[in-house]
């Protein structure tokens, strides 16, 4: 199993351009998660889906939008990219349940410039 | 007042001596606490989970949990080397049973010392 993974491990972008984060997990998980981590800012949940069709807002949700493809795949969308999105981007698997662990992927660095 | 709050350290600490993480929270009504570490560079990994008032010992570590005074420990016993890492404390926020979603500090960084 390869467990949660994510491209691109590594971007870069103007400032206004677009871009798509994946991930995907064969875990048979029902929950998936978008995290960013900021030095000093620890990881802040930006949308999380709880099921496959459903997706929810978290802690900083501004200037992203995500879409749940089916219950292994969890995207993430930069419309406009601005210098304060530049983080690591982490995306995060869950079974349902109310006290169960995260699975992470490696991550996304993403620097917009 | 942050959600959960942790030295951010360094913690430097000698081989073999035991390394002690804090971190407090202010929400009163989570009941699961979860400690993730981090290696530099790579992702979280989860290492302990504790849901009771007390300790629980999962080899050379140790969580501890004081609902009442919200505060929540992990003890690493004979720290070795490889301990060296960022630990991220995260309670569950309660109230959204859809979802297993947690709360992350923003972590102590560990340095074992030969």
């Not at chain 1, 406009?80 to 992470?104: D, K, N």
């Not at chain 2, 913690?11 to 530099?40: H, K, M």
């Not at chain 2, 991220?88 to 979603?101: Q, T």
Request: glycine residues 8%; contains cysteine.
């Amino acid at each position: 199993n390869a467990g949660v993974t994510q491209t691109p491990k590594f971007q870069v972008l103007k400032t206004g351009q677009s871009m798509t984060l994946q991930c995907a997990q064969d875990m048979n998980h029902n929950s998936m998660y978008w995290y960013r981590q900021d030095p000093g800012m620890g990881l802040r949940l930006i949308y999380y889906s709880a099921s496959e069709g459903t997706t929810d807002k978290g802690e900083v949700p501004n200037g992203y939008n995500v879409s749940r493809l089916n219950k292994r795949e969890f995207s993430l969308r930069l419309e406009s990219a601005a210098p304060s999105q530049t983080s690591v981007y982490f995306c995060a698997s869950s079974r349902l349940g109310v006290e169960l662990e995260q699975y992470f992927g490696p991550g996304t660095r993403l620097t917009v410039t | 007042q942050k959600e959960v709050e942790q030295n951010s350290g360094p913690l430097s600490v000698p081989e073999g001596a035991i390394a002690s993480l804090n971190c407090t929270y202010s929400d009163r009504g989570s009941q699961s606490f979860f400690w993730y570490r981090q290696y530099s560079g790579k992702s979280p990994e989860l290492i302990m989970s504790i849901y009771s008032n007390g300790d629980k010992e999962d080899g050379r570590f140790t969580a501890q949990l004081n609902k009442a005074s919200q505060y929540v420990s992990l003890l690493i016993r004979d720290s070795q080397p490889s301990d060296s890492a960022t630990y991220l404390c995260a309670p569950r926020k309660e109230g959204y049973s859809s979802a297993s979603k947690i709360i992350f500090g923003s972590g102590t960084r560990l340095s074992i010392r030969p």
